[in-house]
């Protein structure tokens, strides 16, 4: 129970009793928001629909931002499992019926599936910008503000170096520090129409915090964005940690921890302990929203809501690392970012399966969709509840699969009208595609043409990827990008460095075995940093230098 002190302004210092601290119960919630299981799908949807021609930096910039929330996913089941939790990805209301409202305060806008265009971004940015405290309403809002001490050893030294942390931290002694927590809430008599709606039908993932402003009147708070609530589970972690030997809080076992996420957005963290705890934390709040209006995150990196800016105005925003300085907020000055809203894919907003009745084909490719989704969603949860090593094996193949089997509806039109299909993220209504490759080893896939002595460069590619990657030459050429990638290796290591790569494969028998591949291209010093490149440019569009 949280009790008001007598103050003139709206900061109060209120005792939090241990069952309002944040346990595994709330960190459940985390799970569910960190997953952006609501935004994930619009996001890929918007990127798969642009030409890439045309919208590559766009197309990348959405994905990357896609991976990330992806990550986010990662880090929140190894919060929820390093205290013991359980993640469920699989609940039937999992993934959210299109048009939704976000579950977490937000309800000026509708997240939609829509193709890439200025209103996507605009409805992209609204679900990332940061939620800062307006002055029209400083009369409404609460706060709690709590100064607390803790231990050198629980602090990392990337959280020291971040000059915008989630909660601002200051040094007191030798090994010591203090947190200052400012975290503001709003009366539930004060909240729109809206988010009171979701918060009475308890769909709201951003918790009530039931409080005291007299002896008598009891009053109940909500954190105003969850970028508050994420500062209370901050709290929340090192309250419990005060109050409980570390070994009683962190019970999970540590061999659920996903220790290697393989899709990009950074890299996963262990959670083991309050140090590890709080730098999760840090990294989810620093790439979506960001705390205390911070552009950059404790990496350097653009926060969400800035990369979508940048598409909007086109133009980048400088980095400080390379350019030697940043810019401000919604003032990028970098250089011209290529978008083209021509570009795109006319798919039908907000498709459901229904809509394609009469149409076998689409309704076949739909469902089929809507099955590789809820598989890759099943994985990853089979993956959080003890088995990780199932992200090295499957997480990049089904995530090349989602964009494969998106793209078989997003290119076809749905006869009579000016419009495309569109995925629509049913989960009660999918069929299962053919589990030939999700589990299965790269030999299973379709094994490649004999190579001629002196074939085709581009063929050469086909012939390399299908090997490295276990998928087929057809879904390969099914994707609409080979040309796009083989030019993108060529530019990037050279036309010379490349012909090499091809030459040393072609050299080859026609189906090579593991070993024989791993001996003359993946071990070998030059041409194997760009085998595994090609690998990931294949399942994550993305080029690691």
Known sequence: MIRFTKSTSPTFNPQISPRRIPTSATIRQIVRYGSDDATIPPYLTAAYSAKIKENKDSIDIIRAVAK????????????LNAIGGQPDLVSPDFVPPYPTHLPTGQDDFDVRIEKFSDHALKIFSAIERPISVKPEHAEIVQYITKRVPISGRHIDKSVLKNENPLVPITKVGDDD???????????????????????????????????????????ELHYWSIGEFYKAIHLGFVELTHRMEMQRLFTGDPKRQV?????????????TDLKSALVALDLITGQGEGS???????EGELAHYYRFDQIQKKRYYRDPKKDGTGDAADHPQGGELQVD????????????VADYHGHPELEEYALLFNGQYKRFLEILNTAFSGHPELLDKVLMAEMFRIKVAMERLIKNPIPGTDENAAPTFEMDQFKYPL???????????VPPAPAPPLPDPFENFLLLSVQLCGISRFDLMGTGYATCYFGTVEDIVGRDLLHRLLEAFAALPAAPTRKALRTAILNHPEFGPIARNIIKLWYTATWFQ
Do not use: Q
């Open 341 to 352: 809203m021509d570009a795109v894919f006319p798919i039908k907003t907000n498709a459901k």
């Open 435 to 445: 589990a030939e490759s999700t589990w299965a080893p790269a030999s299973a896939s």
């Open 177 to 219: 520090y203090e947190l200052h927590y400012k975290i503001a809430l709003v009366p539930h008599n004060h909240l729109t129409a809206k988010r009171k709606e979701i918060s009475e039908a308890r769909r709201s993932l951003v918790p009530r915090v039931r409080a005291k402003s007299s002896a008598e009147n009891r009053i």
């Open 259 to 271: 220790e290697k996420y393989y899709s990009g957005g950074g890299a996963a963290v262990v959670v």
């Open 68 to 79: 990330e929330e992806m990550l986010h996913l990662a880090l929140a089941a190894n919060l």
């Open 292 to 298: 205390n209006n911070r552009i950059y995150d404790g």
